[in-house]
């Protein structure tokens, strides 16, 4: 069975993917009630799936694009401190130059 791909994508790519399920890491900021605040490169808002965040770590979340700062998780994978924002950013154009290694859109 096969699943279907999630690009990987950062703040600046959210206008792009409207309405389409995505991945992004980002630092959590703040968490106020269901808004959680990441660092994706830029500033994105994550209406919680319930999941646990901590602020000042890195989470990678699944979740549907709303709007051009929103998304909707639907999973969240904490982690943790250490991973370097710099590489991350050149992971996602990675992910987009080459889609078809990457998976495509």
């Known amino acids: 069975m096969s699943f279907p ?3 990987r994508i950062n703040s600046g790519l959210l206008g ?13 900021e703040s968490q ?3 808004i959680v605040n990441l660092d994706a ?6 209406k919680s799936d319930g999941s646990d965040y901590v602020v000042g770590h890195f989470y990678e979340v699944v979740g549907k694009v709303e709007g051009s700062d929103q998304i909707v998780g639907l999973t969240a ?3 943790g401190e250490n991973i370097n924002p710099e ?5 996602v154009g990675y992910c987009q130059k080459f889609p078809s290694v990457f998976g495509e859109a």
Not at 16 to 28: E, L
Not at 41 to 46: L, R, S, Y
Not at 87 to 91: A, S
């Open 41 to 46: 490169n830029g500033p994105v808002k994550v």
């Open 77 to 79: 994978t904490d982690f």
């Open 87 to 91: 590489q991350v950013k050149k992971l």
């Open 5 to 7: 791909t999630t690009p």
């Open 32 to 34: 106020d009630g269901e």
């Open 16 to 28: 792009d993917f409207y309405g389409k399920t995505v991945r992004i890491i980002g630092k959590v």
